[in-house]
């Protein structure tokens, strides 16, 4: 080979290895870079998905919110801004589930204070407390603690029954120059909430609606909501603030006023009058149909006489408008049971503009019952519904038209559609339990409660039909299983309490103790060993002063409290449980009555026991109570 050949050769070689050290140094960096890059698309696109979430939220676009935010969390799971988005849509949806992802978040980032507010408000909502008193303690302690900090500061106070804390919060809302209108709102209602019988908790609920009519005579949103509100009073024949606009008061008013020009009156005191509500309602630039169909009411609560007037009136200001319009004329005619004109306003092809329409108009038919009719529609997929709600509608239907079996298999089948989704189980639970179904109720609330331990409706569902049986050891259990969730839940330890004690001796709870009552209640001493009835009795004794102690005003612990001294032969001190004690209007539960009158006799009281015995529907009683009643009521005799 010449000289050229040889060098070119060796020019060729070298070309041939740059070549592959390049391409091996390319895959190396590719192996180890690829990931990253990868990673950090993921988390792009998963901040990308957690945004549209965020706005779906804001928007109240729920459907929305949960595709987006799923989206987000399966893209990057440890990216914070999508466990915050799907937290901030469990916790503006009330689902507890929301509590494990704020801790998930605050593993891998701070909480801000949107965070905190979120997560103090579920863990309330929850019966969270330990987590409640946290999260609100951190929106406290930060600098410039805000109206939202104390709103939630006052519902946690009035949760653990501490009223006195929640006034205090709520006078720091009040006070706030920066508190908008709807945070205002809002403090008047928790100052309501807090309201009972006596005269000094009268005039936190004369102050609030005083604050509420104040708010009333705004053109914001939070003016029309408080606008409602009063509306929604005076339709009740609620009392005015002052204490002077009782329906009677105000018919008599009426009568009065009818001899002035335009017939309108005022209550004594300067609060707004009916017809001034049903003006305000009117001309509130935000009012839409709900609003101006509660006007209509007031003119019927003035004058019952222009009731056909009125819904003519109604159905011809809205019957050419869109779905929502429609939607709230058909709610509006089917809650007057005017079903015939609901069906005459909104023809079936209106109403299949929209899902809630649909119903309503369903609903109308079902008024009328044309179960035919409905049974027909499901089945022709006019309006494709949920299969749980399809399902839920032909069990009824096939019931009314004496169809058994086919009921029972609808039942079955919403039962099935609801499965693995607690929502949906919650809904059929309702429907079920609304239409006297109890089986069908007793497997929903079950299975959402498997699905979701700490739901508290599934909870609650499955209690009130414990409570449907009148049978104290299944009411017992559900309260216990409750107690496992919500150790420091007040009224759960008060009801789990109360009732464990009714069974204490009886022949049910002799055949059902079990280690349950170890761990019942953070106040009793944990035991490996059941508990002698004196000891449990002192136990619950115990427990049931530490309630009291808490919130004085609760009737529910006083009653606890007077049968516990009562079971202990302390007639006396029972009956000393009742003193300094006003009783809350509609407190007075058959069970209270109960106790109490068992109280009164067992001090020789005996006529005022006959008396209060008499107020008592018996048929309301547990079975251990009747027997309380029964035997105490006669100790005198």
């Not at 309501?192 to 009519?213: F, P, Q, Y």
């Not at 009740?236 to 002052?242: L, P």
Request: glycine share 6%.
């Amino acid at each position: 080979m010449t000289a050229e050949e040889i060098r070119l050769k060796r020019s060729k070689r070298r070309r041939v290895i740059i070549i592959a050290i390049a391409i091996v140094v390319v895959l190396v960096t590719g192996f180890f870079t690829a990931r990253p890059a990868l990673n950090a698309v993921k988390a792009w696109q998963a901040r990308r998905h957690a945004a549209k979430a965020f706005a779906y939220i804001d928007n109240t676009n729920w459907l929305g919110a949960r595709k987006e935010a799923s989206a987000a969390y399966q893209l990057r799971p440890t990216e914070p801004q999508s466990v915050r988005a799907i937290a901030r849509f469990l916790s503006r949806t009330r689902q507890p589930d929301a509590l494990e992802f704020w801790q998930q978040l605050e593993k891998l980032t701070p909480l801000t204070r949107e965070d905190r507010q979120d997560e103090a408000a579920i863990a309330i909502v929850s019966g969270e407390t330990s987590r409640a008193e946290i999260a609100v303690q951190a929106l406290l302690e930060s600098k410039g603690a805000d109206p939202a900090g104390w709103l939630l500061a006052a519902q946690l106070a009035i949760q653990k029954g501490a009223a006195d804390d929640a006034m205090s919060a709520l006078g720091k809302v009040f006070n706030d120059t920066n508190a908008t209108e709807q945070q205002q709102l809002q403090a008047a209602l928790l100052e309501l909430a807090l309201a009972s019988g006596s005269e000094a908790i009268d005039a936190r609920a004369t102050d609030a609606w005083s604050r509420i009519e104040k708010i009333s005579h705004g053109k914001s949103a939070a003016a029309l909501d408080a606008l409602v509100l009063l509306a929604r009073r005076a339709l009740s024949g609620q009392k005015s603030a002052s204490g002077s606009a009782s329906s009677s008061e105000e018919r008599t008013a009426r009568k009065e006023a009818s001899l002035r020009p335009g017939g309108a009156y005022a209550p004594v005191g300067g609060q707004m009058s009916v017809v001034d509500l049903q003006h305000a309602l009117e001309a509130h630039p935000l009012a839409k149909a709900p609003q101006k169909l509660i006007a209509l009411d007031l003119v019927e609560h003035v004058d019952a006489s222009r009731r056909d007037e009125l819904i003519a009136q109604g159905i011809a200001q809205l019957k050419n408008g869109d779905a929502n319009d429609l939607f709230a004329l058909a709610t509006w005619l089917n809650s007057k049971k005017e079903f015939e004109k609901t069906v005459e306003a909104i023809p079936l092809e209106k109403a299949l503009l929209g899902r809630e329409l649909f119903l309503q108009y369903l609903d109308a038919l079902g008024g009328l019952e044309r179960w035919g009719e409905i049974k027909q529609l499901l089945e022709g997929d006019r309006y494709p519904l949920d299969p749980v709600v399809q399902g839920m509608y032909l069990a009824r239907c096939s019931a009314q038209l004496g169809e058994k079996a086919a009921a029972e298999n609808n039942w079955q089948r919403a039962l099935e559609a609801a499965a693995g989704d607690p929502g949906k189980l919650i809904t059929l639970g309702d429907y079920a339990e609304k239409n006297g179904i109890v089986d069908v109720a007793q497997s929903a609330f079950d299975n959402a409660a498997i699905q979701s331990p700490k739901l508290r409706l599934a909870q609650q569902g499955r209690l009130r039909l414990a409570q449907r049986s009148s049978d104290t050891g299944k009411i017992h259990a559900v309260l216990a299983d409750m107690l496992k969730i919500w150790p420091n839940d007040d009224a759960v330890q008060n009801d789990e309490g109360y009732t464990r004690l009714l069974l204490l001796g009886s022949s049910s709870e002799r055949g059902a103790r079990s280690d349950q009552q170890g761990e019942s209640s953070e106040l009793l001493a944990p035991s490996s060993d059941l508990q002698t009835p004196s000891s449990e009795l002192q136990a619950l004794s115990a427990l049931a002063e530490k309630l009291v102690e808490r919130n004085p005003r609760s009737l529910p612990h006083r009653t606890f409290l007077a049968l516990a001294r009562l079971k202990q032969n302390r007639a006396a001190d029972a009956l000393s449980v009742y003193e300094n004690i006003t009783v809350a209007r509609g407190a007075l539960t058959p069970s209270a009555l109960a106790v109490h009158a068992a109280v009164l006799a067992a001090n020789g009281k005996t006529e005022e026991a006959k008396s209060e015995v008499e107020q008592i529907k018996i048929d309301n009683l547990l079975p251990e109570e009747r027997v309380l009643v029964e035997q105490l009521t006669k100790t005198n005799h």
